[in-house]
């Protein structure tokens, strides 16, 4: 796989029926952390993260990938808050990218089942995906995101509706990715996961880049007067 | 009064014993609505995916244009279809009016709207359910339709299952074109409206059996679907 | 599930959908084909002479319309007037009587209108008129509707003037029978109808028997001129059998419980 990153944005905005969502923001992402993109409801941290993906088309501004952008798609995936589960079972949600990618059914299969024993469904894998509960539905999308082994993933809220064990099942997998290396951009405005998580921080504020830094340096000493004031719950 | 008792008696021997016009007749409603039902689906079902997938400009307009044919009266396009094929019609070259092929195509014109509308409904469902992930997923054109239409099986089978109810109870359009001519063009409704106009409920009322018996079977198979759509096991 | 759908489809596309016979269409009036004798006639024809003739069924009216568009080799019907415009027109090559039946007048067994001392169909027509009884009438421009409305006019009446009590229903004989027989109403039919119609309930021949309402059959192949894929062979050879001594048989001979009700009388 080629290397994608380092990631660039330039003057990136996002307007719709003449608001300005997003920007103008500047940004540079590097290989082999665990962002966090922190922020009060509403900041744009979702409209950013669709940007970067590629899924919201920009208004102004450019998104740069070390390579052509069209291989770079290849070698991302994206997890959102509400997961979409395909009408088919688990195994064949978890088969589908490996096909796209012209894995070979038996091969596709092996590693399907592989993914489930990791993410405790193996019981389930001929059950019908759209059927599960919440939290089973967001762990198979994000193993549908990291069967192919993408360079970079982007993480859009995924534990904003799920339980504590869920969530607690998936930062134990967002952890294990970020240990062996792997590129994870996370939108959250939950604290305390940010601060379990986090390499990096990036903290958004009315659709701005308001402050980012390594997360050591960001919950200790935060530079601006909204970021403490966030920290210290006074934002939400 | 009638006895209908006694029609229904009779109705119940004519199927018991597989009475022979009975079953021909039964036949010949099925070969000619089933041919229908694969043509408009061929018709219907890609009109409707493509209608629901890609943007263009009179999109709005096409779709408004599809709903309004569904509602044809099937008993204008009936007439509309017979001066097309009579002898003395643009088509009439053919000499296609008072066959079973006339029947087909009436039926076509009738049922394709509303296979394509459900269709149409379906696949954008699915398309507003499945867009971010296929996108993200750098599908191509040609996967994203593929997915769509087998992930969509189920709706777009009961797209084809509704053109078939309402072509095998259609009697207005094919009688028309069809004539009702014995051995040849007689179908279940035309034959109803016949024997019921000879006074002979006996047969009628056969053949209406069967009508609801198809009907029936449309209506179940649908919710099948629908139930093994909800099913803890695809 | 939709590939086995396609399979019966297309096995149903390619079984045969027409007889490979020499076939050809002829337009008949509702009146004859309820008789039952198309029943008895269509096996015999197929069996002296091999033509498999399908039947269109329909008014008069529609009838004609067919011979003049080209969709029938030939028709069979009962309005002298209508078919000699026709052939006027130029659109049969000539017309041949067959056979004639009679239409009766059929009402509520009571005789609400005091049909049985009328003196003719005149009269008949008279009594029924003054007493507003219900009647229903075809009202779908077949013969036996025209039949009907030159009985009307023959006793100087004009069925548009009439008032609710005279129910033009716009169906074939049997439906119409179907509505007298529902509201207990009076109706023109041809005796072969009454005969052979399943749910009489409560109704009984009032009227019949004037020479009046004599109805006569013809025979008129379509012009092969005007249309020249009309199979005049066929028809003519349809024709020719419609006059041959078996047919003179089996339409003489034809009976509902015991009934005659069809004459033959084509001349050689």
Redesign the interface.
């Given at each position: 796989m080629k290397a994608t990153l380092p990631l660039k944005l330039r003057d990136v905005c996002v307007r719709r029926r003449g608001k300005t969502l997003i920007g103008p923001i500047d940004l540079s992402l590097d290989a082999g952390d665990l962002t966090i993109v922190l922020g009060p409801n509403g900041a744009g941290k979702t409209t950013l993260m669709r940007a970067m993906h590629g899924l919201q088309r920009l208004s102004s501004g450019s998104i740069n990938y070390a390579v052509p952008t069209v291989a770079a798609r290849d070698a991302q995936a994206f997890v959102s808050q509400h997961p979409i589960m395909m009408r088919r079972s688990l195994r064949d949600n978890l088969i589908y990218p490996l096909k796209l990618r012209g894995t070979s059914r038996d091969e596709a299969t092996v590693m399907a089942e592989d993914w489930a024993a990791r993410i405790e469904l193996t019981h389930a894998l001929s059950q019908a995906a759209p059927n599960l509960s919440g939290g089973e539905k967001q762990k198979v999308a994000l193993a549908r995101a990291l069967i192919t082994k993408p360079e970079l993933v982007f993480l859009d809220e995924p534990c904003a509706n799920l339980d504590g064990h869920a969530t607690r099942d998936i930062e134990t997998m967002l952890l294990a990715e970020r240990d062996v290396g792997r590129t994870l951009v996370m939108s959250t405005h939950d604290l305390g996961q940010a601060r379990r998580l986090a390499t990096r921080v990036i903290f958004m504020l009315k659709g701005r880049v308001h402050e980012t830094g390594t997360a050591d340096s960001f919950f200790s000493t935060p530079k601006t007067a909204e970021a403490v004031a966030f920290l210290k719950g006074d934002i939400v | 009064?009638?006895d209908i008792w006694d029609g229904i008696k009779s109705a119940l021997y004519l199927l018991v014993t597989l009475d022979r016009d009975l079953i021909e007749i039964t036949l010949r409603s099925?070969?000619v609505t089933?041919?229908a039902?694969?043509i408009g689906?061929a018709i219907g079902l890609p009109l409707g995916a493509w209608l629901a997938i890609r943007r263009f400009r009179y999109r709005r307009v096409a779709i408004a244009v599809l709903n309004a044919f569904m509602g044809l009266p099937p008993v204008v396009v009936g007439l509309i279809v017979y001066l097309l094929l009579?002898?003395?019609?643009p088509f009439?070259?053919f000499?296609l009016?008072?066959?079973?092929?006339a029947m087909i195509i009436a039926q076509v014109i009738i049922i394709t709207p509303l296979i394509a509308s459900i269709a149409h409904q379906a696949i954008r469902e699915l398309w507003a359910e499945y867009h971010d992930l296929l996108i993200s997923l750098n599908t191509s054109k040609g996967q994203r339709i593929r997915t769509l239409i087998w992930d969509g099986?189920r709706p777009?089978?009961t797209a084809?299952l509704a053109g078939f109810g309402r072509g095998i109870g259609e009697v207005g359009a094919i009688m028309i074109v069809g004539?009702?001519?014995?051995?040849?063009t007689r179908v279940l409704t035309t034959a109803i409206a016949?024997e019921?106009?000879?006074?002979?409920?006996a047969l009628a009322l056969g053949l209406g059996f069967v009508l609801i018996f198809l009907s029936l079977f449309v209506n179940f198979a649908t919710h099948a679907l629908g139930r093994t759509e909800r099913g803890r096991f695809w | 599930?939709?590939r086995k759908?396609?399979i019966?489809?297309?096995a149903?596309?390619i079984?045969p959908?027409?007889?490979v016979a020499e076939t050809m269409?002829m337009a008949v009036t509702?009146s004859f084909h309820?008789s039952g004798l198309s029943d008895i006639l269509l096996p015999e024809i197929k069996a002296d002479t091999g033509l498999d003739v399908?039947?269109?069924?329909?008014g008069t009216g529609q009838a004609l319309r067919l011979g003049?568009?080209?969709?029938v080799d030939a028709i069979l019907v009962h309005s002298r007037k209508a078919e000699e415009a026709f052939l006027e027109a130029g659109f049969g090559t000539h017309r041949r009587e067959i056979m004639y039946n009679d239409f009766i007048i059929v009402g509520p067994e009571g005789d609400p209108a005091g049909l049985a001392g009328a003196e003719n169909i005149t009269d008949a027509m008279t009594k029924m008129a003054s007493a507003e009884v219900a009647f229903v009438s075809r009202g779908d421009d077949s013969g036996t509707h025209k039949k009907e409305l030159s009985l009307w006019s023959g006793a100087n009446l004009d069925a548009a003037d009439f008032g609710d009590w005279y129910n033009a229903v716009g169906?074939?004989?049997?439906?119409a029978?179907?509505t007298a027989?529902g509201m207990g109403g009076h109706i023109m039919s041809d005796r072969a109808s009454w005969l052979?119609?399943?749910?009489?309930?409560g109704l009984a021949i009032l009227f019949e028997g004037d020479p009046v309402l004599f109805n006569q059959y013809a025979f008129i192949p379509v012009n092969p001129e005007k249309?020249d894929?009309v199979k005049n062979d066929l028809a003519l050879k349809l024709e020719d059998w419609l006059v041959s001594d078996a047919a003179k048989t089996l339409i003489n001979d034809y009976k509902i419980n015991g009934e005659t009700l069809f004459t033959f009388n084509a001349t050689k």
């Open positions: - | 009064m009638y099925l070969q089933l041919m039902v694969a689906s009579s002898r003395s019609g009439g070259v000499g009016l008072f066959t079973p092929t099986r777009l089978i084809s004539g009702n001519i014995d051995h040849a016949l019921t106009g000879k006074g002979d409920f | 599930m939709i759908l396609f019966a489809a297309t149903a596309a079984l959908l027409d007889a269409r509702t309820n399908q039947l269109l069924v329909v003049e568009a080209g969709d169906a074939g004989m049997g439906a029978l179907n027989s052979n119609f399943g749910n009489k309930a249309h894929h």
